[in-house]
């Protein structure tokens, strides 16, 4: 009797001793850029991909460089000048998944006027 | 004799142009994605007018680099029963609207009336400061003289 006691006892006490935990390794995010291309055009016909600096304060589109005006919640919003008028860019793109989504608002205005506008669904990935 | 004459037909021809989008009303058939709301139920599009810029100064801003005095009341009516009434400038067969609206936003607001297609266009741009704030962006239908 003394004897499974002291083995019940002993097993309790071993089992409650806690496991050295292992540590795992931070991953290290090896990219540089996220690059978005149209999954789905949900109004009108915006068909360029943008490359867009990890830190969300430039991007590329039709071999042009853009600045983000406001760059915080993976989002950029930029202005560009074209002739004629302004391009007006709202850029979202979420990379903790693969691939990533992305929403991108777009309006053109020249002469004052709506020339374009386009609200598409991206897959980005990270670069 | 014969110049004159040419002349009155082209006057005719030209004050007698007719809009196709005339007298129509449309419906909204697609917003710019899922989520967004519902709000517009109909746009009532009326007959065109040939108002002097002066005259339309009036009634709006009009910002538009055009040499149109081309004018039509629009009907936006909206979910909860308001009826927002206006004039949009004609050009090039567009229906345009800029203006400044509070807060340091600017509008811009486009109608593309098309009979009996779903490929119109209803799109309002609001630009905060100097960057894109917010749209609405909808695919419309139009058809002439419903009511």
């Not at chain 1, 002469?111 to 598409?120: E, L, N």
């Not at chain 2, 110049?3 to 129509?24: D, Q």
């Not at chain 2, 009996?116 to 609405?136: A, P, T, W």
Request: charged share 20%; glycine share 6%; net charge positive.
């Amino acid at each position: 009797m003394r004897v499974i006691l002291i083995f019940v006892a002993l097993t309790v006490i071993l089992g409650c001793q806690s496991t050295p935990r292992v540590v795992q390794p931070k991953q290290i995010e090896i990219y540089s850029h996220i690059s978005c291309s149209v999954k789905n055009n949900n109004f009108g016909d915006f068909n360029s991909t943008v490359t867009i600096n990890k830190d969300f304060s430039e991007f590329e589109i039709d071999g042009e460089v853009v600045s983000c005006i406001s760059n915080r919640d993976s989002s950029c919003k930029a202005t560009r000048k074209i002739s004629g008028g302004y391009e007006f860019y709202s850029i979202s793109a979420y990379t903790y998944k693969y691939p990533g989504s992305g929403f991108l608002d777009y309006a053109e205005i020249i002469d004052g006027m709506i020339a374009r506008s386009s609200y598409t669904e991206m897959e980005c990935n990270r670069i | 004799m014969k110049f004159f004459l040419y002349i009155a037909l082209a006057s005719f021809a030209i004050n007698s142009y007719a809009y196709e989008f005339e007298n129509s009303t449309c419906t909204v058939v697609k917003e710019k994605s899922k989520s967004s709301p519902r709000v517009v139920t109909a746009i009532k599009i009326d007959k065109v007018e040939n108002i002097a810029m002066e005259k339309a100064a009036e009634f709006g801003v009009w910002n538009q680099k055009s040499n149109s005095t081309k004018f039509v009341k629009v009907e936006v009516h909206i979910i909860n029963g308001v009826i927002n009434k206006s004039y949009y400038r004609v050009i090039n067969g567009q229906l345009h609207q800029s203006f400044p609206s509070g807060n340091g936003d600017y509008s811009f607001r486009r109608i593309v009336p098309k009979i009996n297609s779903s490929d119109g266009l209803y799109e309002i741009v609001n630009i905060k400061g100097s960057s894109f704030q917010s749209s609405i962006l909808s695919n419309i239908r139009c058809e002439k003289n419903l009511f």
